[in-house]
């Protein structure tokens, strides 16, 4: 993240959310994903999954133009946008150029996968080696600037003529390195073959922790074949899915410093300054506080949306409150986990922003839901999550005013 401490605008979240019976992300072996952690083994999502689940609900949010696409099949992202600029095109021709254009422009292998072809079916497409992370309007810029190198004619040698020339080759390039998309500018990039195109993450997101200590389940489950008769007896299929309950503690943080160099100021006539930032925070809080992964909700429907979200506003460093959890929190008298793991933050917050001086700076929100989340009342400005959402906007557009 970004090391100016005077000007630093850094977005904490955290989140608790409960989570019935379900394996939304899982390992290897199908099991629900799992740590240690204070010595007992807890429920974990990986930040991998939660963020893939952040970018989808992007999709709800944020208009197509500015949303990326990460895919091995880049060529052909590119290739439809150049046939539609040259309907004159036939496939196989907009894939050609399409390829060229990205070689040059990212330094990648991109290459046709060498696989065994049935007679009839047309040749693979190029592909590249690795997953390539484009947004909508960086194809359409290379998509116009391919059209224009073929000089209309689809010839690759006239494009390959066009991009010997140094200046084209660096416009190639450059326009890889700008316009990224809010996916982009939130979550990074990696190219391998051009570490200069590479873009630095603006969030951090945490693997989920349940609060307390977790065992996996199994269900043994069978299905009968409809078409079987009363003579017949037996199953048609059996199998055993693995599952665990937990309440989750997740946690992001936002460089909103980074995330405004990675978009840009937004200095279009009709838009004020900062506004791709603003726009792309308000996805992000919305979109990481709502989603949830997908993995076997159809066999077990856990649709919750979490029972407390604190926001702080930081002007020196993230903080995570994970440790108020090492201690694994146990049921209350009348079960449940939620109650004691509010008291617990209610008592840990204060404590360590009084100890390390960082309590009078903050701007907290707090939305919370039920009786066991009024513990947290105390944390901050009590809000809704539209509330939310747009007071953080707010907080970080005056943060965003040249001379603020």
Known sequence: MTQNHDTRTILDVHILQTVPPSNINRDDTGSPKTAVYGGVRRSRVSSQAWKRATRKKF???????????RTKKVAEALADRVAALDPSLDRNTALELAAETLRTATGSKIEAPKRKV???EPEPAPESSYLMFLSAQQL??????TVK?????????????FFKDKENKARARQLVDSRHSVDIALFGRMVADATDLNVEAATQVAHALSVHAVDNESDYYTAVDDRNTDAESGAGMIGVVDFNSATLYRYAALDVNRLHTNLGAGLKEDEPFGAPTRRAVEAFLEGFITSLPTGKVNTFGNHTLPTAVIVKLRTKRPISFVAAFERAVTQGAEGGFVREACTRLARYVPDLEKAYGVADADRTWVVRVGEDAEPLAGLGQETDIAGLVSSVSAAVADRLEPGA
């Open 140 to 145: 359409d810029s290379l998509a116009e600037l």
């Open 118 to 120: 049935k007679d009839g």
């Open 59 to 69: 999709e709800e949010l944020l208009d197509p133009s500015e949303l990326g696409v």
């Open 149 to 161: 190198g073929a000089e209309d004619k689809g010839d690759i040698k006239v494009l390959k003529e």
